[in-house]
């Protein structure tokens, strides 16, 4: 498990692990692809960092420091691999490893000025992840997107949607964003009203999960069936429809945090709970 901690930030060094970022692709050993098992953990030695590289601190894994670079090109003896395909070959804390990685990666590529006064930020806090304005002291941390992600039950079926970008034949859970000033449990009574046109009832939390497409936060939840008739949202939903269990189509894995709630409300149906 990656240790964040509390202790001060080092710089990169010899013997910590680095992960390598490409626009928006991780960057794997070409001679390791097999799926699963592609190594996407490198040391310093495997490539060569130029003055303008900058290496973000992760945390300590396996009592080594790791850090994260964006790169300005692919080194030689590496391949580009797409991060939502490499992230769903994972086991959970490979997950969660690759997720924080990309995260600082992207929190530090996003933040070069002050977003109040326009200063550069060059300067970082020695044992957060955030950087300081050294002229308004104005600090800029992590995004966080919060976004809710829900399992309906209806009988024994699960509602399923395909958005207006999936491919024919993929389904999923309804999800959407969080609105300033919004519980989650509102969230998801009106993502659901929003996109599907129905209402639901006995929400439950259930889990959550980071999501870095690209600093989502996904908090998952299973509800029952209330109300209404099914509405897909114009633009936004493709298709929609409750499914008998025993008959899903093609479901997210549960590499992610929507698979794994589908696959839980079922065990939980199938045991009368």
Known sequence: MLEIGINAHPS???DAIFLLLYKGSVLI?????????????????????????????CGQWQQQDLFVCLLRKVPNGFVEM???EL???????????ISRARQLATWDKDHQFCSRCSTALKTKHDREHTKICPKCNHRSYPRISPCIIVSIRKGN???????VTSPPGRYSNIAGFVEAGETLEQAVAREVE??????VKNVVYHSSQPWSFPHQLMTGFLAEYESGDITPAPGEIEEADWFAIDELPEIPSTATIS?????????????GS
């Open 194 to 199: 929003e996109e599907i046109g129905i209402k």
């Open 157 to 163: 079926s699960l509602l399923l949607a395909r958005g």
């Open 87 to 97: 992230l769903f070959n994972q086991d959970e804390t490979n997950y969660l490893l």
């Open 259 to 271: 698979g794994q709630i589908i696959v839980d409300h079922i065990k939980q149906m199938k045991s």
């Open 12 to 14: 990169p060094h010899a």
């Open 29 to 57: 050993s070409q001679a390791e692809q097999t799926p699963g098992k592609e190594k996407f953990q490198h040391s310093l030695y495997d490539f060569q960092p130029d003055t303008e590289t900058n290496a973000v601190y």
């Open 82 to 84: 797409d991060l939502r």
